[in-house]
Every structure is written in C-alpha cells, then in structure tokens.
C-alpha cells in the first residue's frame, strides 16, 4: 500500500473527484448530443394539450363543449373543423435554419391552461407547409395549407 500523508490523501480523494465530474459532465453531454441528432421531428404544439380556440384573423374557430363553431359561420362542417383542430395538434415537422415567410397566413392558438395565444405564421412551401413560431422554423413535409387553414380563408 502507498504510504501518503493525511494531506497528500486529501489530494488525492480532491483529484479523483474532479475527474469523476469531468467524466460524468462529458458523458452527459455526449448523450444529450445523440438523443438530439437522432430525434428529427418536432412537435408543434406540447403533447397532451386541448385547443380551445383558432383565430385566423377574420374568422375563429372555437371548442363549444365536445363540438367545434366557426364564427363568423361559413359553409364548413363541425367534422371539417374538428379535422382542422387535430391537425394542429398532431402537427411534427423538422427544424429549417431559414426561409421566406412573406407571403405567411398568421393564425394564433389559444390552448387550455395558458393566458397567451401561440401565435404562427403558415405559409405553403410547394408540397410543404413552413411554420414558424418565435423564432423556430418547422417544415411540415407533404402536407396542404387546407389542412391548417379552411381553404374558404385562402
């Protein structure tokens, strides 16, 4: 055995934990970086939230009960409207770095539970959607505009 004095023991128990944070803090790191890279969609709304109301500006669309209403009416079905709804809610895409938005339907989404609207900007990017919220650009691959907004608001 290795005949150390009680200081030179405490420099030795002092390294070794330094060590021990340094291994665990790079571990950590290297597999937060995994998880990150192998998850390419991300969810546009949180998991396991309730959408009470869509406004598109000049016409909302609100939860009553277990039913949808458009307000002002159009001609759109409750089953159109609860489609339109879920689609939001079911809504994954991949992460864009940057793209025009000038041409974008801004539409806000109040959620149960939160004081503040989401607010969106959807515009169509040929077969794609492209929403941006804050400051996050989601592609939505081979999905129509008609699925987020009634195609009577186009």
């Given at each position: 055995m290795i005949r150390l004095s009680?200081?030179?023991?405490?420099?030795v128990i002092i390294f070794a934990m330094l060590f021990l944070i340094l291994l665990f803090n790079f571990s950590n790191n290297m597999l937060l970086d995994n998880a990150e890279n192998s998850e390419e969609q991300h969810a546009l709304l949180p998991e396991y939230s309730e959408i009470n109301q869509i406004d598109f500006g000049t016409h909302r669309i609100q939860r009553i009960g277990l039913g949808w209403r458009m307000q002002p009416s159009l001609a759109i079905t409750e089953h159109e409207l609860a489609s339109i709804a879920q689609q939001w809610l079911q809504a994954t895409g991949q992460i864009?770095?940057?793209?025009?938005?000038s041409q974008a339907y801004v539409v806000s989404v109040q959620l149960a539970g939160e004081e503040q609207a989401r607010v969106f900007k959807v515009s169509?990017?040929?077969e794609d959607v492209l929403i941006q919220y804050q400051q996050r650009l989601i592609l939505l691959s081979q999905q129509d505009l008609s699925q987020f907004i009634p195609q009577l608001l186009q």
């Open positions: 009680k200081r030179g023991w405490n420099n864009m770095p940057f793209a025009d938005l169509p990017q040929g």
